[in-house]
């Protein structure tokens, strides 16, 4: 069992930066890759950003490439997701989520456990 909670969403202006941060406690976080996804009302859930159980292996949606890194400190338990440059189409309440088998980052149903959200909103 993992428990997630994210952190750090709040109101930025357009080409400003954010840093999301995800605590997690329980057992064997450092074997799970952890992803971020966000939700805006009335659309899916979809994937920014995954990290590997390593951290050696990144991915990113189109979207965010450039602009969005995702880390992680596996001996204290987080997962962070720096965004820059962002934009107002990044408004959206984003969350981290995490994996056991490790596959397929993009889809919601292979997560096993999510946090809460944070909301991020993006000013013009």
């Known amino acids: 069992q993992v428990q997630l909670a994210e952190s750090g969403g709040e109101l930025v202006q357009a080409g400003g930066s954010l840093r999301l941060s995800c605590a997690a406690a329980?057992?064997?976080?450092?074997?799970?890759?952890m992803g971020w996804f966000r939700q805006v009302p009335g659309k899916e859930r979809e994937g920014v950003a995954a990290?590997?159980?390593?951290?050696?292996?990144?991915y990113y949606a189109d979207s965010v490439k450039g602009r969005f890194t995702v880390s992680r400190d596996n001996p204290n338990n987080m997962v962070y997701l720096q965004m820059d440059s962002l934009k107002p189409e990044d408004t959206a309440v984003y969350y981290c989520?995490?994996?056991?088998?490790?596959?397929?980052?993009?889809?919601?149903?292979?997560?096993?456990?999510w946090g809460q959200g944070t909301q991020v909103t993006v000013s013009s």
């Open positions: 329980g057992r064997n976080f450092d074997r799970y890759l």
């Open positions: 989520a995490a994996n056991f088998r490790g596959s397929n980052w993009r889809t919601r149903s292979e997560y096993d456990y």
């Open positions: 990290i590997s159980w390593s951290g050696g292996t990144k």
